[in-house]
């Protein structure tokens, strides 16, 4: 079965250059209904008002860090089965297995290439 | 050190001068002499007591020298416009390529939209070469977060050498150290930025350490 490309997504990330890049990409890969926030507050707000089927997060941002996000989100019933995927310059293993830990579906190191992007999200979309 | 050692030569020749001129006159005799002056010279202290009392006196000069080293070194300049002129130009660094970048993911975007209306296999080509300046553009965020560690790594050198100029200069107070960046994942959970190449996993090795979870 094909991935259903008409899903929402929500991108966070504090810098509004990477969140056109990923856009962009999405887009590349026929994801067009992209939704932005620029930090974990807002990401979560979006989240509690919308109706979203994954979450492509950066870990560093304030005032609430992607990691922060992913804790609400897991700990969120109506939330906590989005698949979440972490996308990050950190890439030192005690970070991996943090994100592990709270629950993360899949994690991108950056820099990333769009084959890259497409395997995880095939993946925690039930098609990988 | 080496003109306590000098001195120690010259006090032994004009004991043996005292010795040929006074011959007579026993060792313990000139010893007793010799106590006496520099008990006269020190007040109540010993021999061993004031030759201390020496070196700590020539300690002392050697911070002073140093102190006026310091000064002339003008290290001030350091803090007032060398740290702050080159954060700035690591900022400006930092907006121009991100106008640059921005430009380039804009000339992009209207390329990308020009592919969905060329035949194939032109359309497919001019696609695959906007992606991977997509991919490439993606620098910018990683530069930006290398330079930011860098500012942070100069504003904590600048506090440090200003720390140096209070205590050796003695005018005003140093201003505090800035924080450290986190060095672990805790509390929010923000971290260290991109790690050098060889520092930190590959994708493969991150992919290999999540299956082993499974």
């Known amino acids: 079965m094909a ?16 969140l056109r890049i990923i856009r962009n990409l999405l887009k590349q890969l026929d994801f067009n209904n992209v939704e932005e926030a620029t930090d974990g507050a807002e990401a979560l707000a979006k989240l509690r008002a919308g109706n979203f ?46 994100a592990r830990q709270a629950g993360v579906s899949n994690y991108i190191v950056k820099p990333f290439n769009a084959e890259t992007l497409k395997e995880k999200i095939e993946k925690v979309l039930g098609h990988g | 050190m080496a003109e306590a050692f000098q001195r120690a030569a010259e006090l032994d020749e004009r004991l043996a001068a005292l010795r040929a001129r006074y011959p007579e ?67 400006a660094i930092v907006t121009h390529t991100a106008q640059a970048t921005e430009s380039i993911l804009e000339t992009c975007e209207t390329l990308d939209d ?33 330079i930011n560690k860098v500012v942070q790594t100069l504003k904590r050198i600048e506090a440090k050498v200003a720390q140096i100029i209070a205590t050796f200069g003695g005018e005003g107070e140093a201003p505090p150290l800035p924080e450290s960046p986190p060095a672990a994942p805790e509390g929010d959970g923000l971290m260290n930025g991109p790690a050098l190449p060889g520092a930190a996993m590959d994708q493969s090795d991150i992919d290999r350490l999540l299956a082993s979870f499974d």
């Not at chain 2, 006196?57 to 080293?69: D, F, H, M, T, Y």
């Not at chain 2, 497919?124 to 930006?144: H, N, V």
């Open chain 1, 53 to 98: 089927s994954l979450i492509i997060s950066d870990w560093n941002m304030q005032p609430m860090s992607g990691l922060q996000l992913l804790q609400e989100v897991r700990a969120d019933a109506k939330l906590k089965s989005i698949p979440f995927i972490m996308v990050t310059a950190e890439s030192k293993a005690e970070n991996v297995v943090a």
């Open chain 2, 114 to 146: 020009l592919a969905s209306s060329l035949p194939q296999p032109y359309g497919a080509k001019l696609q695959e070469a906007t992606t991977r300046i997509y991919e490439a553009c993606s620098f910018q965020d990683i530069t930006g977060q290398r």
């Open chain 1, 3 to 18: 991935i259903d490309k008409s899903i929402n997504i929500l991108i966070v990330d504090d810098y509004k250059t990477m």
């Open chain 2, 25 to 91: 006159a026993p060792v313990e005799v000139v010893a007793e002499i010799v106590q006496s002056i520099l008990v006269t010279l020190h007040g109540d202290l010993s021999s061993r007591e004031a030759s201390l009392l020496h070196e700590v006196e020539e300690l002392g000069q050697v911070i002073v020298n140093a102190k006026r080293e310091i000064e002339s070194l003008r290290v001030d300049e350091i803090t007032d416009r060398q740290i702050p002129s080159a954060t700035d130009e690591l900022d």
